[in-house]
T-cell receptor
Framework: KAGVTQTPRYLIKTRGQQVTLSCSPISGHRSVSWYQQTPGQGLQFLFE???????NKGNFPGRFSGRQFSNSRSEMNVSTLELGDSALYLC???????????????FGPGTRLTVT | EDQVTQSPEALRLQEGESSSLNCSYT??????LFWYRQDPGKGPEFLFTLYSAGEEKEKERLKATLTKKESFLHITAPKPEDSATYLC?????????FGTGTSLTVIP
């Protein structure tokens, strides 16, 4: 079974620009979560989508948004990029957060975003 | 406030020298505790899920245990290929909280 894929793997953007990252979950997984990973803060939860609806959200500003399509693929968008947005953005998929053992999340390789 | 703390931040072991990594948590309504391994430049790799105090899971040289306040990842006779960052996460009602990880280096 193919794992979680993320594209692109690397991105360099300039302050003020916007960026869209893509995530394809494991086949059959309907929950997709996004995380930001930085050396100082570790992994921080951005949001989770299930059946095309944002079901949970972390404490990030509105510049961070996402969506999920009917095939469970998900995109994350960051508008008006800031230097502090430089990070590894990870996508994770699971069957469903709502029921054990579906809690288990499987991560993609991440997209390394550098903002200059 | 929900919180997950891992210790130590970094650990260097000789090959074959067993040790334990700690993950302590303060959350309301624990639904599960998870251990991941992360290699440089890669996404975290799922290792274990623990759901209730007293539960234990094993995989090769790794054994995870859970109490009401903390979890331990025991590494028995580690090898250099066990070198990685080990992350702990807890799931509460609607969110995963991750610790900042323990960077493990196993020296041949």
């Amino acid at each position: 079974k193919a794992g979680v894929t993320q594209t692109p793997r690397y991105l360099i953007k300039t302050r003020g620009q916007q960026v869209t990252l893509s995530c394809s979950p494991i086949s059959g997984h309907r929950s997709v979560s996004w995380y930001q990973q930085t050396p100082g803060q570790g992994l921080q939860f951005l949001f989770e989508y299930f059946s095309e609806t944002q079901r949970n959200k972390g404490n990030f500003p509105g510049r961070f948004s996402g969506r999920q399509f009917s095939n469970s693929r998900s995109e994350m968008n960051v508008s008006t990029l800031e230097l502090g947005d430089s990070a590894l953005y990870l996508c994770a998929s699971s069957l469903d957060w709502g029921q054990s053992p579906a809690y288990e999340q499987y991560f993609g390789p991440g997209t390394r975003l550098t903002v200059t | 406030e929900d919180q997950v703390t891992q210790s130590p931040e970094a650990l260097r072991l000789q090959e074959g020298e067993s040790s334990s990594l700690n993950c302590s948590y303060t959350v309301s309504g624990l639904r599960g505790l998870f251990w991941y391994r992360q290699d440089p430049g890669k996404g975290p790799e799922f290792l274990f899920t623990l759901y209730s105090a007293g539960e234990e899971k094993e995989k090769e040289r790794l054994k995870a245990t859970l109490t009401k306040k903390e979890s331990f990842l025991h590494i028995t006779a580690p090898k250099p290929e066990d070198s990685a960052t080990y992350l702990c996460a807890v799931l509460t009602g609607n969110q995963f909280y991750f610790g900042t990880g323990t960077s493990l280096t196993v020296i041949p």
